[in-house]
């Protein structure tokens, strides 16, 4: 069964026995956004019409802002788009973009799942937050450490929620973020990324 099939966190829940609940687990200051950055996305904004389709979002709006925190993560993470992987016939799946570490093999080889990232097909969030979650059940299993944290964003590309699965539990971020407020988006964006380097 592709992840994409699963169409709620409830069915997943239900078929792999996960417990969910609601926090504030992201717990950070704004991040300062580089003017060279504001003037390219604020021009993409302005001029290209970014809510035509899902295509426009994922690349107008959802990867320059990605590709913009990875930097600073870079040597160490790799980003990913619509990378294939496959757990088993239950978890196989292609997440829209998904951090793994960093492998000794090269830019081709991809490490362990960190982060994955989902776009919210017709701004419908909780049938992305389905794949997501299974996603997230099957990346701790390929990394082979159950205990690791592994992390969650789906995203229509104007609001992005965030949750996190560790060992048989799912925890939604109580807040959601904004590209209204990009500072704010990008500091929880690198407290993951930051969260998942010191794991």
């Known amino acids: 069964m592709a992840v994409s099939d699963y169409k709620s966190l409830a069915q997943v829940q239900q078929q792999f026995q996960v417990k969910y609940r609601e926090e504030q687990f992201i717990l950070v200051q704004s991040l300062e956004v580089s003017q060279s950055f504001l003037a390219e996305f604020n021009f993409s904004k302005e001029h290209l019409d970014w809510s035509a389709s899902e295509a426009a979002r994922c690349e107008i709006i959802i ?8 930097k600073r993560y870079s040597q160490h993470c790799a980003l990913w788009v619509q990378k294939p992987f496959s757990y088993d016939e239950n978890l196989t799946g292609t997440p829209d973009y998904l951090f793994t ?3 000794s093999l090269g830019k081709t ?7 994955v990232i989902i776009e919210a097909k017709r701004n419908d969030f909780e049938p ?20 690791r944290l592994v992390y969650g ?3 229509d590309g104007n609001w ?3 949750g996190k699965l560790g060992a048989d539990t799912f925890v939604k971020q109580r807040d959601n973020y904004t590209i209204d407020e990009l500072g704010r988006l990008f500091g929880a964006i690198d407290f ?3 969260s998942c380097e010191v794991e």
């Not at 080889?109 to 982060?115: F, M, Q």
């Not at 992305?128 to 205990?147: F, M, R, T, V, Y």
């Open 153 to 155: 964003i789906v995203t």
């Open 101 to 103: 570490t960093k492998s």
């Open 160 to 162: 992005w929620q965030f």
């Open 63 to 70: 990867f320059p802002i990605l590709r913009e925190v990875y």
């Open 192 to 194: 993951v990324l930051q």
């Open 109 to 115: 080889v991809w490490g362990i799942p960190l982060l």
């Open 128 to 147: 992305g937050w389905g794949p997501c979650l299974a996603e997230l059940i099957a990346a701790p299993k390929i990394n082979q450490d159950p205990s």
